[in-house]
Every structure is written in C-alpha cells, then in structure tokens.
C-alpha cells in the first residue's frame, strides 16, 4: 500500500551554511528516497521544516523514524497520513529553502493547533503551497531560496 505523509518542525538551528553543503544534503537525501521508491517535497523557513512522504508504506513508515532522530528538529508532528493510489510528485525534491514569513507562519499555524488532523483545511492549504514550490523548483533545477551562498540548513 502507497501512503502520504506530511509533517511539520521547528528547526533547531538557524546557521547559514554554504551552497555546497547544501548541494551534498539534497544529493544524498534524493539518492536515499530514490533507492527507497520515496517521493514528495521538502520546505525549509528559517523557523520550520515541513516535508511530504510518499511511497510505500514501509519506507516511509522507516524514513519518518530516521528523521524523527535528526538533530535538525524539534516537536516533530505528523499531520496528515493516509493512504494514495498513486504518486502525486514526479520524484522527491528539495522545494524551498530560506526565511520566508508567509510560509513559516502557514507551517507554525499547522504545529501550533493541539490537534492538527482537526484542521483540515490548514492542511490542505500546506500541500497545495509545497505541491506549487516543488513543481517550481523543477522549472528552475533547484529548490527555490535565497542567491547561492546564503543557504540555510
């Protein structure tokens, strides 16, 4: 069975790291989700992670478990899971990163409500923005962020 999964933390650090370093982490997680049939989108404010899984229930059932001991995050929290026929991103990608108030304050709205699955809408409203950044990020080859060498991570 195929399954989504959305989550959504508070970053640990706010450090400015250089492109290359950057460059390094998507390569190795796209290597990584690739070998493992993982497909989705990864957001990163200067505030907040979110990130959509999908793929095989298993993966990414054992992805979210690696990434949940990440020093990267805090109150990391599942917000959305349930099953799919089929993907919904042509592959996974690295769909923004830097400080953006708009998109920090749409992923601190979802972390924030005691109970997230209640709130549909906000949901909602994040995948359709992460869907919209990743489908932009294709059209650039590149995730979507500040002028190189300003990379947060």
């Known amino acids: 069975m195929f399954i989504s999964l959305i989550y959504v933390s508070r970053r640990m650090s706010e450090r400015?790291?250089?492109k290359a370093e950057i460059d390094e982490l998507i390569a190795h997680w796209s290597?990584?989700?690739a070998r493992r049939r993982v497909r989705g989108a990864l957001l990163v404010t200067s505030h907040h992670i979110a990130q959509i899984l999908e793929g095989p229930e298993e993966e990414v059932d054992r992805?979210?478990?690696e990434i949940r001991q990440e020093p990267r995050h805090e109150d990391l929290t599942v917000i959305e899971r349930k099953p799919i026929d089929g993907?919904?991103?042509t592959d996974w990608c690295f769909a923004y990163w830097?400080?953006?108030s708009y998109m920090d304050q749409k992923i601190a709205t979802v972390l924030e409500k005691q109970d997230a699955a209640a709130w549909p809408e906000d949901t909602v409203q994040l995948f359709d923005l992460m869907r919209l950044l990743a489908r932009?990020?294709?059209k650039q080859s590149g995730p979507i962020g500040p002028s190189p060498g300003t990379s947060l991570t």
Do not use: K, Q, W
Request: charged fraction near 30%.
């Open 16 to 18: 400015i790291v250089a």
């Open 98 to 100: 830097g400080d953006a």
């Open 63 to 65: 992805l979210l478990i």
């Open 136 to 138: 932009e990020s294709h």
């Open 87 to 89: 993907y919904r991103f």
């Open 31 to 33: 290597e990584r989700n």
